[in-house]
């Protein structure tokens, strides 16, 4: 609704001036006029407007497309999917608790009268492995994670999700069970309609060769959104799903009773978005009709709450904020110094007669021609630069599938690469189109209203403009009124828990404050006060309300960059003249050069507005240039310090996920390809905390895994007699009852401390392997034997990115209470070869050698190559569109330069015929540009590091380390500095060129 109405005034407002332009031919020929007078400033002033434009356009097509992805990833997991009703159960292998056909009837029934309410679907569920005849027991990627669904037809038929799909979906007979499967899984898995699959149900069985599975035949393969790409409880990243009647389904899941389901799907009326809206409304229906014991997830509302929290869609909308106001900033800065120009010009007007209506129509009409032109190209580019920019990420995904080491692993990243293509919203065009054209029309309208009221004598003499005390008195008067807001605001935020309105409040305060202090002479309480908002930007999360949000909330992550950016470029704005005055006072000694640092500090020194725009658009472009290349590159110098952590220093890690191997210990050690080798076994064990018993896991390891292992960034407790790390590992292999735990899983234990652990009963129920940690919370009946208690020695850093999350012990030290089935037993060890070539070569070998015999590989090296690839691509992708954020910078301190030419035409004129030479003259813009520059560079460089250190200081980062890359933010900052002396060599050669007499008499 606000965009129509937006548009339909902005459209109002064109006709407007057109008509305005037919009825005023002579004033509109005087606009029309300037356009062509030099034809330099116009080109310079449409680029700028279409530059910043295009960067509006691009930020805002760039989210658009991200937030397309993102939703469309949830739209196709979930289609009309908003709530999932179950009972779940203890036993981890299944999941969920069957439910009569009498208990589902009764919700059907009453949610079917809920108009709220547009479908609801009795499933029967479970995620199986299935496969061709034979290879459903496979771990080489010849079997597949799957949801089998078991429906009844004729309710099937009614889900909105498959209406849109030509879907029969065979019924029950007495030959071999016919199954529907998605396009997804036919392609996987090559098969096609009328081929057989095989069923591995129950994971435990997966080496019990002799028993055998269930067959199904395909009987159709469709393609659809849903309930047709079912992912909600399979934890899988592919989607594949398999639907079939059931009483089939029963039969093959072995459930000896008839009529039971385990689930009910519900849809929400409306589309997929507008249905989860109604989400709260029904499950307050759904509750009273059922018991405690049953679950109402509300799985489409926490998906969408997911993408709200935190994802690289919002990651970009953050940097896209700060471009947008770089893009804002230079269209303000160019149509200030448009009207400024035109200042002489327009009190001429005034002089001959010309009302002041007709003279601020004057300039209304020159800028409308600037910004209607420039915003439809800067629209058109934007797209193109967000399109291209888009092609990126999908390249991207390219280079990522051909790292990714093992097989069937890509087919969630050939999914994504699928779907993420380029889109943008009709609205978001028109929002980047209407700020091309509204910004720069307010900003005319507002200064040629100013100048056509502006004293005829002042304004032909282009005398700058003083405030008055009637004016200066209103705007203190403004900024206490803003002051007051800001105090509510952040006292509402505070009692509503609100961080970001209390930040934001406490933040506007602080800098309206100086501004609300009827003084002339503030400078030193307008710096205090703008050190203050840094400071207490810095230390804001020593606040619990901020704290505790600083995570999770981007909008309160934008306000904090905001406020140490803004706080920084009030402070330099604020101490222009401070820096003049030092500036001298360093330079006075040279003799010859300090006439000109002088005369080219002194005019951006006097003209506050121009010099702190520029510099503004300098340090938003840079500021957000430093965060994402500070983020990323700690992130990354992390990783590479992990790499002997990923395996505990060893090269490979052979896992095993059915509780058993298929290769053992003394086959595997006597491969040519592998030296030392180690074996670590997984006991999930029930882990008191707070009261309540919690499943971890426990990993038992061997002799060489004490000799061999190089994890040395370990926290250990002093008094033990240990001097190093070895000595650590050493005293844990001597000392039973004794533990190392990793704070990863375990955050808030340290060494000294004492855990309480306890035996889980008939673990080999659970199906063992990766479902043994679907389940956290136990209960009371499955804990088994007394209590174990174990002292923590040492602690692993949260940080560490490390495959042994949860409690280190000896093997030999293993109480005999937690004994029996391993949830997992696994193979660490490192490849011959001195080179890390050679080590690649001898993994690929080793892996042909065995890939039949179960056990599942990954080599450190590419765990390393992938992450880093898929960082610094996202990273290179963002830092090349903010790359064309610098034009702005650019673009106008080339254009300020260009306009300083024709406004100092004189003063160029007066300083040649006092003895200034045409070198002087060049030196003088260019030190105009390098003192611009510089600040606006350092202010972004240091404001964004100050923003990189409040944000690892933030507890979503604890435990993370800050690394800086000089380097990169050096070598940016020297070519954004060249590229900007460059820009303004050709006003600097023409400013020295002026001949002293034509000077003089230059009169515009």
Same mark, same amino acid.
């Given at each position: 609704m606000i965009i129509q109405i937006i548009s339909l005034f902005a459209g109002v407002a064109v006709i407007a001036i057109l008509v305005s332009m037919i009825r005023n031919p002579i004033i509109f020929k005087i606009g029309y006029r300037n356009i062509y007078r030099r034809k330099s400033d116009t080109f310079l002033v449409i680029m700028g407007s279409l530059i910043g434009t295009a960067l509006i356009m691009g930020s805002m097509a760039m989210n658009d497309s991200f937030q397309n992805f993102l939703y469309g990833q949830i739209e196709r997991t979930h289609g009309e999917i908003d709530e999932l009703i179950y009972i779940p159960s203890d036993n981890q292998n299944i999941g969920k608790e069957l439910i009569p056909n009498s208990k589902i009837e009764i919700l059907v029934d009453s949610l079917l009268k809920n108009e709220q309410v547009d479908g609801v679907l009795p499933i029967l569920s479970r995620t199986v492995s299935i496969g061709l005849p034979g290879e459903a027991r496979s771990q080489t990627g010849k079997s597949f994670q799957v949801s089998m669904i078991g429906v009844e037809a004729d309710q099937l038929s009614n889900w909105p999700d498959v209406d849109k799909v030509d879907l029969v979906l065979p019924s029950a007979t007495d030959e071999l069970p016919e199954v529907v499967i998605n396009k997804e899984l036919a392609e996987v898995a090559g098969v096609a309609v009328g081929d057989t699959l095989e069923i591995l149900v129950d994971p435990g069985q997966r080496l019990l060769f002799w028993i055998p599975l269930p067959e199904v035949r395909v009987a159709e393969i469709v393609e659809g959104n849903g309930i047709l790409h079912y992912q909600i409880e399979n934890q899988g990243s592919n989607g594949f799903t398999m639907l079939m009647d059931v009483e089939e389904a029963r039969e093959v899941l072995k459930i000896g009773v008839e009529d039971y389901y385990n689930a009910l799907i519900v849809s929400n009326s409306g589309d997929f978005l507008t249905g989860e809206r109604l989400t709260d409304q029904v499950v307050a229906s759904i509750k009273p009709l059922v018991g405690e014991e049953v679950v109402v997830r509300e799985v489409k509302k926490d998906s969408l709450s997911m993408?709200?929290?935190?994802? $690289?869609?919002?990651?970009?909308?953050?940097?896209?904020?700060?471009?947008?106001?770089?893009?804002?900033?230079?269209?303000?800065?160019?149509?200030?110094?448009?009207?400024?120009?035109?200042?002489?010009?327009?009190?001429?007007?005034?002089?001959?007669?010309?009302?002041?209506?007709?003279?601020?129509?004057?300039? +209304?009409?020159?800028? *409308?021609?600037?910004?209607?032109?420039?915003?439809?190209?800067?629209?058109?580019?934007?797209?193109? $630069?967000?399109?291209?920019?888009?092609?990126?990420?999908?390249?991207?995904?390219?280079?990522?599938?051909?790292?990714?080491?093992?097989? @069937?692993?890509?087919?969630?990243?050939?999914?994504?690469?699928?779907?993420?293509?380029?889109?943008?919203?009709?609205?978001?065009?028109?929002?980047?189109?209407?700020?091309?054209?509204?910004?720069?029309?307010?900003?005319?309208?507002?200064?040629?209203?100013?100048?056509?009221?502006?004293?005829?004598?002042?304004?032909?003499?282009?005398?700058?403009?003083?405030?008055?005390?009637?004016?200066?008195?209103?705007?203190?008067?403004?900024?206490?009124? @803003?002051?007051?807001?800001?105090?509510?605001?952040?006292?509402?935020?505070?009692?509503?828990?609100?961080?970001?309105?209390? #930040?934001?409040?406490?933040?506007?305060? @602080?800098?309206?404050?100086?501004?609300?202090?009827?003084?002339?002479?503030?400078?030193?309480?307008?710096? #205090? *006060?703008?050190?203050?908002?840094?400071?207490?930007?810095?230390?804001?999360?020593?606040?619990?309300? $901020?704290?505790?949000?600083?995570?999770?909330?981007?909008?309160?992550?934008?306000?904090?960059?905001?406020?140490?950016?803004?706080?920084?470029?009030?402070?330099?704005?604020?101490? +222009?003249?401070?820096?003049?005055?030092?500036?001298?006072?360093? *330079?006075?000694?040279?003799?010859?050069?300090?006439?000109?640092?002088? $005369?080219?500090?002194?005019?951006?020194?006097?003209?506050?507005?121009?010099?702190?725009?520029?510099?503004?658009?300098?340090?938003?472009?840079?500021?957000?240039?430093?965060?994402?290349?500070?983020?990323?590159?700690?992130?990354?110098?992390?990783?590479?310090?992990?790499?002997?952590?990923?395996?505990?220093? *060893?090269?490979?890690?052979?896992?095993?996920?059915?509780?058993?191997?298929?290769?053992?210990?003394?086959?595997?050690?006597?491969?040519?390809?592998?030296?030392?080798?180690?074996?670590?076994?997984?006991?999930?064990?029930?882990?008191?905390?707070?009261?309540?018993?919690?499943?971890?896991?426990?990993?038992?390891?061997?002799?060489?895994?004490?000799?061999?292992?190089?994890?040395?960034?370990?926290? #250990?407790?002093?008094?033990?007699?240990?001097?190093?790390?070895?000595?650590?590992?050493?005293?844990?292999?001597?000392?039973?009852?004794?533990?190392?735990?990793?704070?990863?899983?375990?955050?808030?234990?340290?060494?000294?401390?004492?855990?309480?652990?306890?035996?889980?009963?008939?673990?080999?129920?659970?199906?063992?392997?990766? /479902?043994?940690?679907?389940?956290?919370?136990?209960?009371?009946?499955?804990?088994?034997?007394?209590?174990?208690?174990?002292?923590?020695?040492?602690?692993?850093?949260?940080?560490?990115?490390?495959?042994?999350?949860?409690?280190?012990?000896?093997? @030999?030290?293993?109480? /005999?209470?937690?004994?029996?089935?391993?949830?997992?037993?696994?193979?660490?060890?490192?490849?011959?070869?001195?080179?890390?070539?050679?080590?690649?070569?001898?993994?690929?070998?080793?892996?042909?050698?065995?890939?039949?015999?179960?056990?599942?590989?990954?080599?450190?090296?590419d765990i390393m190559n992938l992450t880093s690839t898929m960082l610094q691509g996202t990273i290179s992708i963002l830092r090349s569109f903010l790359y064309f954020g610098m034009l702005v910078g650019i673009v106008g301190i080339a254009i300020i330069m260009f306009k300083a030419l024709h406004e100092r035409k004189r003063i160029i004129g007066m300083l040649k015929a006092i003895g200034f030479t045409k070198a002087m003259v060049f030196s003088s813009f260019l030190l105009e540009t390098s003192f611009i520059a510089i600040i606006g560079i350092l202010l972004g460089m240091v404001t964004g590091t100050l923003t990189s250190v409040e944000i690892f200081a933030s507890p979503l980062m604890e435990g993370m380390k800050l690394y800086i890359p000089w380097d990169q933010l050096i070598s940016m900052a020297l070519i954004f500095y060249i590229a900007s002396l460059v820009s303004t060599i050709i006003p600097s050669y023409s400013a020295s060129k002026i001949a002293p007499a034509e000077a003089l008499r230059y009169f515009e």
């Amino acid at each position: 609704m606000i965009i129509q109405i937006i548009s339909l005034f902005a459209g109002v407002a064109v006709i407007a001036i057109l008509v305005s332009m037919i009825r005023n031919p002579i004033i509109f020929k005087i606009g029309y006029r300037n356009i062509y007078r030099r034809k330099s400033d116009t080109f310079l002033v449409i680029m700028g407007s279409l530059i910043g434009t295009a960067l509006i356009m691009g930020s805002m097509a760039m989210n658009d497309s991200f937030q397309n992805f993102l939703y469309g990833q949830i739209e196709r997991t979930h289609g009309e999917i908003d709530e999932l009703i179950y009972i779940p159960s203890d036993n981890q292998n299944i999941g969920k608790e069957l439910i009569p056909n009498s208990k589902i009837e009764i919700l059907v029934d009453s949610l079917l009268k809920n108009e709220q309410v547009d479908g609801v679907l009795p499933i029967l569920s479970r995620t199986v492995s299935i496969g061709l005849p034979g290879e459903a027991r496979s771990q080489t990627g010849k079997s597949f994670q799957v949801s089998m669904i078991g429906v009844e037809a004729d309710q099937l038929s009614n889900w909105p999700d498959v209406d849109k799909v030509d879907l029969v979906l065979p019924s029950a007979t007495d030959e071999l069970p016919e199954v529907v499967i998605n396009k997804e899984l036919a392609e996987v898995a090559g098969v096609a309609v009328g081929d057989t699959l095989e069923i591995l149900v129950d994971p435990g069985q997966r080496l019990l060769f002799w028993i055998p599975l269930p067959e199904v035949r395909v009987a159709e393969i469709v393609e659809g959104n849903g309930i047709l790409h079912y992912q909600i409880e399979n934890q899988g990243s592919n989607g594949f799903t398999m639907l079939m009647d059931v009483e089939e389904a029963r039969e093959v899941l072995k459930i000896g009773v008839e009529d039971y389901y385990n689930a009910l799907i519900v849809s929400n009326s409306g589309d997929f978005l507008t249905g989860e809206r109604l989400t709260d409304q029904v499950v307050a229906s759904i509750k009273p009709l059922v018991g405690e014991e049953v679950v109402v997830r509300e799985v489409k509302k926490d998906s969408l709450s997911m993408v709200d929290q935190g994802n $690289i869609g919002l990651l970009f909308l953050m940097l896209s904020v700060f471009a947008i106001f770089a893009g804002v900033l230079l269209l303000t800065n160019i149509y200030l110094m448009l009207a400024q120009e035109r200042r002489t010009e327009l009190g001429t007007l005034r002089a001959i007669g010309y009302s002041r209506k007709r003279v601020s129509r004057t300039i +209304l009409y020159e800028g *409308f021609f600037y910004s209607i032109f420039s915003s439809g190209i800067g629209v058109l580019a934007g797209l193109g $630069i967000a399109r291209f920019i888009l092609g990126s990420f999908v390249n991207l995904f390219e280079d990522a599938v051909s790292l990714i080491p093992f097989e @069937g692993a890509n087919i969630a990243f050939n999914s994504m690469q699928n779907s993420f293509v380029f889109f943008v919203r009709i609205d978001s065009i028109a929002y980047g189109f209407l700020l091309g054209l509204i910004i720069p029309m307010i900003i005319i309208v507002y200064t040629g209203r100013k100048i056509s009221r502006t004293n005829i004598v002042t304004a032909v003499r282009n005398i700058p403009e003083e405030l008055d005390e009637r004016k200066r008195l209103l705007l203190n008067v403004i900024a206490a009124v @803003g002051v007051l807001v800001s105090v509510v605001m952040a006292y509402s935020g505070y009692s509503l828990g609100n961080a970001t309105g209390f #930040f934001t409040g406490v933040m506007l305060a @602080g800098l309206l404050i100086p501004v609300a202090i009827p003084m002339k002479n503030k400078r030193w309480i307008e710096s #205090f *006060f703008s050190i203050a908002v840094i400071v207490f930007t810095m230390f804001s999360n020593s606040f619990d309300l $901020i704290a505790s949000n600083s995570g999770s909330s981007i909008y309160l992550t934008i306000a904090k960059g905001a406020a140490i950016l803004f706080a920084g470029l009030f402070l330099i704005v604020y101490n +222009l003249k401070t820096f003049e005055y030092l500036l001298n006072k360093l *330079f006075q000694k040279a003799r010859a050069a300090a006439p000109v640092f002088k $005369i080219s500090i002194a005019f951006s020194a006097r003209n506050r507005l121009r010099t702190g725009l520029t510099i503004a658009m300098f340090a938003v472009v840079i500021f957000v240039i430093t965060l994402i290349s500070i983020i990323p590159y700690s992130m990354e110098q992390m990783l590479v310090k992990s790499r002997d952590a990923i395996f505990a220093g *060893f090269d490979v890690g052979a896992f095993s996920f059915t509780g058993e191997s298929a290769i053992t210990f003394t086959e595997l050690k006597s491969q040519l390809e592998v030296r030392e080798i180690s074996t670590v076994s997984g006991i999930n064990v029930a882990l008191r905390r707070d009261g309540r018993y919690d499943v971890e896991q426990v990993f038992a390891l061997d002799d060489n895994f004490i000799d061999y292992n190089r994890m040395t960034e370990l926290d #250990f407790v002093e008094g033990l007699g240990i001097s190093d790390v070895k000595d650590l590992w050493n005293y844990l292999r001597d000392n039973s009852g004794t533990v190392i735990v990793s704070n990863s899983v375990l955050p808030d234990v340290r060494p000294g401390d004492v855990l309480e652990l306890r035996r889980i009963a008939d673990q080999s129920d659970t199906g063992n392997g990766a /479902a043994a940690f679907t389940q956290k919370k136990l209960s009371s009946e499955m804990i088994d034997s007394g209590p174990i208690y174990l002292e923590v020695i040492a602690t692993i850093p949260e940080n560490t990115i490390s495959f042994l999350n949860g409690l280190l012990i000896y093997i @030999g030290n293993t109480p /005999a209470e937690l004994t029996g089935s391993s949830a997992a037993r696994h193979f660490l060890f490192n490849l011959s070869g001195d080179t890390e070539v050679e080590k690649k070569a001898n993994f690929d070998s080793l892996q042909d050698k065995i890939s039949s015999r179960s056990p599942f590989l990954l080599y450190v090296d590419d765990i390393m190559n992938l992450t880093s690839t898929m960082l610094q691509g996202t990273i290179s992708i963002l830092r090349s569109f903010l790359y064309f954020g610098m034009l702005v910078g650019i673009v106008g301190i080339a254009i300020i330069m260009f306009k300083a030419l024709h406004e100092r035409k004189r003063i160029i004129g007066m300083l040649k015929a006092i003895g200034f030479t045409k070198a002087m003259v060049f030196s003088s813009f260019l030190l105009e540009t390098s003192f611009i520059a510089i600040i606006g560079i350092l202010l972004g460089m240091v404001t964004g590091t100050l923003t990189s250190v409040e944000i690892f200081a933030s507890p979503l980062m604890e435990g993370m380390k800050l690394y800086i890359p000089w380097d990169q933010l050096i070598s940016m900052a020297l070519i954004f500095y060249i590229a900007s002396l460059v820009s303004t060599i050709i006003p600097s050669y023409s400013a020295s060129k002026i001949a002293p007499a034509e000077a003089l008499r230059y009169f515009e």
